[in-house]
């Protein structure tokens, strides 16, 4: 991937002129998250952001249909979720199982639950990565297709995961998340009203790579079926 499609996707949530407002109102719903709703909302408007600019639109959508966004954003939950499962489970079982192991007090136990807990928290992020990954691929293609079934279309999910067309953009939106972030826990230096300030603007500077990463998604989703279409198109014409 070129700099230039990574400069136009930093620069594209302000394409809209009503930017700021969209990112205000996306920034409060984040920081509101814990309160579940506000989290579906934001949900809803990724499912709506990545469909429409998949679409062609030039800049990111507003927020207007309340209800069109919370249903979309409960879909793209439970899509999540169901993925997220294997290593949700993982952890609690290797975690809370080393965590019972060091509770019985014996040296041996606090070794063994010692080491079950550092192998269980590896083995936990590392799934995590991968479900996460696939999950993200999942509510893209729900969000461009808009059926609900297309987050387990295991066979397009399949041949999208592998595609590198697909996998580069997600990579450069996880290395912008984690830069946003540290970019914001720099603050920290700053005594007191730097720790306040990093996390009062956290929300809405995740909020704005969010809308970023829209862009990178929605174009890797579309190279990566064209790319797929374009392949079974020429071995469909050469038998």
Known sequence: ?????????????????????????????SLLSFLVVPGILVYGYLVQAVRERAEGATQPPAFEDWGELFVDGV?????????MLVPLVVFGVTVGGSLFAMATGTRAGAGAGLAGLFGGLAISFVLSLVFGYV???????FACTGEFGAGFDFETLRKLVMSPEYATPWLVSIALFIAANVVVNLLNVIPFIGSLIAVVLSPFATFYVLVVATDLWAGGYNAALDEREESESVGTATV
């Open 1 to 29: 991937m070129s700099m230039d499609p990574i400069d136009d996707a930093l620069t594209y949530p302000m394409e809209d002129d009503d930017w700021t407002v969209t990112v205000l109102i996306g920034g409060v719903l």
């Open 75 to 83: 879909k793209a939950w439970i899509i999540g979720i169901v993925y």
């Open 135 to 141: 999950a993200t691929a999942a509510v893209i293609h």
